[in-house]
């Protein structure tokens, strides 16, 4: 039986880890929320964004936060191209879908560009503020999980902010409800729906950063993370951001607790329990209501 101290300091980093996963399956959940997108290809831009960090660190010696100003408008602008040159020529009854396919094949093509260019190694980037750690106690806290559980709480409170306290966002939800009725008083929702699935990938320029920092990574790393970050947004409730930031936290806990009390074949397998315990029990998630309410 594993000691007080050991459970506790699960419990820490579980919630810590549980942050990162929010910030990584909150973009997940804007593309279904907006247009029921399925996008797979999500993990692969945030491998993209990983590699343009590690370049960006490498080249110009820059911060890998202070990268973040950079590629954040960049994959906002990819995100608004691929929505309307590729998403919006799908047809709306299949749109789930066709839109799994699409982006499998963008994940396919993201892979094999970035094995290319930089080849299959391994990356990373050493920081010499992220590899030590803060006391509690008996409790250590490593200094990269602290800043990836801050950059993911700014980001999610930012994201929060704009989707319920701006104009846009109150478009984007009327969108959402009912897309004829925003229509007819005057809402753009073509240009609405761009700007919602380029705040989605944009979210994960800031998840790419903060994967650098803390996590060696290759161009097939982002086959990892789909499946972990599918269960937390189908036990979030399809769409809902603030669900899925919810399950994050509660699987990244779950998962910590798992690894000091089992092992890690048993912790990765969470995941994937919970998968099927919500398809099984709860459908349309543990944490999320009506769509139009979820933002």
């Known amino acids: 039986m594993p000691s007080g101290s050991l459970l506790l300091q699960g419990l820490v980093l579980g919630v810590l880890t549980g942050g990162l996963y929010a910030l990584l399956s909150s973009g997940l959940s804007l593309y279904f929320g907006v247009m029921r997108v399925v996008m797979v290809a999500h993990p692969a ?52 879908m066709m839109s799994v396919l699409l982006t499998f094949g963008m994940a396919l093509i993201i892979e094999g560009v970035l094995g290319t260019v930089y080849t299959g190694s391994y990356r990373s980037i050493s920081m010499d503020y992220a590899t030590q750690s803060l006391s509690l106690g008996a409790v250590r806290l490593p200094y990269d999980r602290i800043i990836a559980f801050c950059v993911a709480a700014l980001t999610l409170g930012l994201l929060f902010v704009v989707l319920r306290m701006t104009r846009f966002g109150q478009s984007l939800r009327a969108t959402i409800q009912h897309p004829q009725a925003a229509r007819l008083v005057g809402i753009r929702t073509d240009r609405v729906t761009g700007y919602g699935f380029g705040l989605g990938l944009a979210t994960a320029a800031v ?8 996590t060696p990574f290759f161009p097939a790393a982002h086959w990892a993370w789909i499946g972990k970050l599918m269960a937390i947004i189908v036990v979030g409730g399809l769409g809902s951001v603030q669900g899925a930031a919810a399950a994050a936290l509660m699987l990244g806990v779950i998962e910590s607790l798992v690894l000091v009390t089992v092992d890690a074949t048993w912790a990765t397998m969470m ?10 029990v709860r459908p349309q998630g543990f944490f999320g209501g009506r769509l139009a309410q979820r933002f």
């Open 45 to 96: 831009f945030l491998i993209v964004a990983a590699y343009l960090t590690y370049t960006l660190n490498v080249r110009l010696g820059l911060d890998p936060l202070l990268t973040i100003p950079l590629t954040v408008p960049l994959f906002f602008a990819a995100g608004v191209a691929i929505q309307r040159l590729l998403i919006s020529r799908l047809a709306s009854d299949t749109m789930a």
């Open 207 to 214: 998840g790419g950063a903060v994967l650098a920092l803390i």
């Open 271 to 280: 995941f994937y329990v919970f998968l099927f315990l919500t398809l099984v």
